[in-house]
Every structure is written in C-alpha cells, then in structure tokens.
C-alpha cells in the first residue's frame, strides 16, 4: 500500500523552513525514523535549490511525499526553467555544494524534465513504518 501527501510552498526563504517541517511532520505521521535525517536535509536543499534557481517570482512550487513499502519518495517541482545538474564544487567555494549532497545521501537521484520547469526525485530505502 503507498500513501502520498504533497503540500504547495511560496517563493519564500520560510518555504525552506516550512518544507523541511512538513517533511518531518509527514514520517513522523508515517512511523518512520530510519533516514529521518537525510530525508530531511534533502527535502530542504531541494526546497532551497527551488526557492533560489526554479520559482519564477509569483508562483509556489510543490513537495510531494510519496510513502511505498521500503521506499520513501520526495518529489520537488517547479515552473521555472532550466535543468540543475550536480556539480563537485571546489574547496574555496562557499555555495554549490547541495545537490551533491543530496545525491550523495538519495539512493536515487532524478532530474525530470516537465512540460513547464522541472521535478527533483529522490527515493530512499526505509524500514517498514506504519500501514497508510
């Protein structure tokens, strides 16, 4: 059985706040504690990569949970244009560093294009929580 929640955020700097605590909120609701902490952390660098590169001003972008047996599934989509791509960034830079991480920490990792903007994907293997 899968369960999804999803929840629309402004383009706000609070919105990266705001995701990470639905995130949080959400697999507690779940029972799920196994990565809770990665999965966190990526939902709010993928809310920041979309607050700061993919929102076009005026417009939300969405976060969708998606709960399977073993897998937990975020999903970040926005309406603005272009594609990120992960990059190592050097020592001396002071940004850049999150999409690494958060491909680093997923055991998948997805850039899809959309016919407007584009969805992040990240999936991460999980103990059994609750039955949705």
Do not use: Y
Not at 93 to 118: C, I, Q, T, Y
Request: hydrophobic share 40%; aromatic share 6%; proline share 5%.
């Amino acid at each position: 059985m899968s369960c999804c929640r999803r929840q629309r955020f402004p383009r706000a700097r609070v919105s990266v706040r705001a995701a990470r605590q639905f995130v949080g909120d959400t697999l507690g609701e779940w029972g799920i504690s196994d990565r809770r902490d990665d999965i966190r952390l990526c939902a709010s660098e993928l809310a920041t990569n979309a607050v700061l590169h993919g929102v076009p001003e005026g417009r939300e972008f969405e976060v969708v949970l998606i709960r399977t047996p073993g897998v937990v599934s975020i999903a970040v989509r926005d309406s603005g244009p272009g594609l990120p791509q992960v990059r190592r960034a050097a020592s001396a830079d002071f940004h850049g560093r999150g999409l690494w991480l958060v491909s680093e920490l997923a055991d998948e990792f997805n850039v899809e294009a959309e016919p407007v903007g584009k969805t992040v994907r990240v999936c991460f293997k999980v103990g059994s929580g609750c039955v949705c």
